[in-house]
Each structure stands twice: as C-alpha cells, then as structure tokens.
C-alpha cells in the first residue's frame, strides 16, 4: 500500500476480510516521521515455543503484558509491525502514549489520528519481546456479540528474528530459532515484504499474482481486487454475496469459484472461491486458503515454507 507523501511510511495492518454484513480490513497506519521500531529487543530461553490456537476460524493466541492475563490475541500476518492493541485493553493496563500515526483505508481517505503505546513487555509462550509500540484501536464486536472477540493484533514484524510457523492442521502457533533452508520453487519459496507484508507469487489461470499471506483474513480464501474480474478463470458470473467495511468505507463483495487451481510452489489448491473487492489494492490469500498448510515464514532470508501434513 503506497503512501502519497514519500515522507510518511506506511504499514497495514489488516484486522481480516470477513464475510459478512461488516468488515473491518485492510487499515492503513500512516506514521509521521520515521516508523518506530515494533520493539527493542527479544528473548526466548529455548530453541522453540509452542501455544495453541484458540479458534478454529481465527489464529487467536494468548498473550501476556506486563505481566498481565492471558489476553487473546489474533496473529495476523497481513499486519505489518508489533500489531495493535485495544482501546479498552491499552486503558485497562495504563499503557503509557509515545505517538501518534494517521490511520486510513486503502481508499487513502477518511484518515484519522490515533495514539501509539507502549507495552513493558509482551509475551506469546516462552518467546519474549520488550518495549512492544502498538496503535490503539476500537475494536470491533465480534458477530451476534456486545463484545470483540480478541483483545489485540499480533502482527508479522513481532516475530522477524524467529521462524514463525502457523500450523493449521495441528491448530498450534510454534515460534522457534534458526532459518529456512533455501527457496526450491516447490515447498519453500521466496517472498518479497515492500510494506512489511509477506507477498507470493501464485499461479491463477494463466496470470502470475502477487497476493499477501495474510493469517487476519478470518473468512476469505482468494481475494483478489475488483479489476480481476474477466482476466481470471471463472466458473459463473460473480455475485454480490454480501457487503464489507473497513473503519471508514463500505464496499460490495463479489464472489465466483475459480475454473481450476491455484498454484503455489508445488502445491495446487482446486476451485477456491474468490472474493472481488473493489477498494482492495492487492491480492490476498486467508485463512480458509491457508488452513490446509503448515506455513513457515522466515523473515530474516525472506522465505516462506506450505507444507502439506503427512496423510493430508
């Protein structure tokens, strides 16, 4: 997501395209100035940890600030730098303000200011991480409920010393020391993270797509941006099968299952259903696409492993 002002960095971080009558997706935080570092430093006193994943529709975690909780986070990898916290949650603790940002849409309007805080400590399992900056946020209600569902965003940036694994057959988080062998074109490939965003390449059809790995989009598979439409292979006509928000627009969610598989690696994924949306910039896969795999991501050597569970 490009900024207009080459002065501004830019980070999204994307709470999950759900389908359903709201969404909140996709957030641009624009921060003035250089970005802060998502933290100062981290430890983790064995080679690896593991938690659990508390959803089966959502990679939730616990976590622990200052000492305090559990706390549930969602670890989202469509969210560049420590995550975000919520309002509630950031008053709750007394979380002392360092910054403001400029939060927006992929729109690029209806931006607004929002404070930046700062956690003592955040742990996830053994792994530990110190001085955590997180944007504050009104989270929203979690669907037929008063209250959200989580407390927080973890997001990609938390983990870059670490390989961060998503096991989604296992429903386990694991976070462990040490680094992916290299890129083979089949199980692990290379990314590239412009926006801080781990980005593939997949095979649609007959077109290569940059889409992001993106763990916060609770309910879609493919989403690929409105002007898709009539370049990929389609089964049927899209249809309109719902609408979606982000904090600041609403917009339709055009949906059509592919003709054939997208590829990723040596990996193919038959007759995903799609999801068009006009103010999305890029293209994205979520968790309904990437609940099939162990996915690995390596930010150090910008590497990313989909491996299939044996028997799978």
Same mark, same amino acid.
């Given at each position: 997501m490009k900024s207009s002002c080459p002065c501004l960095a830019v980070a999204a971080l994307a709470v999950g395209l759900v389908l359903a009558t709201t969404v909140e997706s996709q957030i641009q935080v624009r921060r003035e100035g250089a970005p802060p570092r998502p933290f100062d430093r981290s430890e983790m006193t064995s080679a690896s940890t593991e938690v659990p994943m508390l959803s089966a529709e959502n990679v939730l975690v616990e976590v622990r600030i200052d000492g305090k909780g559990p706390y549930r986070f969602a670890l989202d990898t469509g969210a560049a730098g420590g995550g975000r916290i919520g309002s509630a949650l950031a008053k709750d603790l007394g979380l002392k303000v360092v910054g403001? !940002?400029? !939060? $927006? @849409? +992929?729109?690029? /309007?209806?931006? &607004?200011?929002? @404070?930046?805080?700062? !956690? %003592?400590?955040l742990a996830v399992g053994d792994a530990t991480f110190s001085a955590v900056k997180l944007p504050v946020r009104d989270l929203p209600a979690a669907p037929g409920r008063t209250q959200p569902e989580f @407390? $927080?965003?973890?997001?990609?940036?938390?983990?870059? @010393?670490?390989?961060l694994t998503l096991d989604y +057959? !296992?429903? =386990?988080? =694991?976070?462990? /020391? %040490? &680094?992916?062998? +290299?890129a083979d074109g089949r199980e692990v490939l290379g990314f590239e993270d412009r926006y801080g965003i781990p980005s593939i390449k997949l095979q649609v059809g007959d077109l290569e797509v940059a889409a992001d790995v993106d763990s916060g989009n609770m309910r879609g598979e493919l989403v690929l941006p409105a002007s898709y439409i009539g370049k990929v292979p389609l089964e049927k006509d899209p249809v309109v099968v719902g609408r979606g928000r982000t904090g600041f627009n609403e917009f339709e969610i055009k949906q059509a299952p592919l003709k054939g598989a997208v590829r990723i690696g040596s990996q193919s994924v038959e007759r995903p259903l799609v999801d068009f949306v006009e103010v999305f910039p890029h293209a994205n896969v979520g968790h309904a696409f990437l609940r099939r795999f162990a996915v690995t991501i390596d930010q150090k050597n910008h590497r990313i492993r989909f491996k299939v569970p044996a028997g799978k």
């Open positions: 403001q !940002a400029m !939060a $927006g @849409d +992929p729109s690029g /309007k209806n931006v &607004e200011r929002i @404070d930046i805080v700062e !956690a %003592g400590t @407390d $927080g965003v973890l997001g990609i940036g938390l983990f870059r @010393d670490y390989l +057959p !296992a429903r =386990r988080v =694991r976070i462990e /020391k %040490g &680094e992916l062998p +290299p």
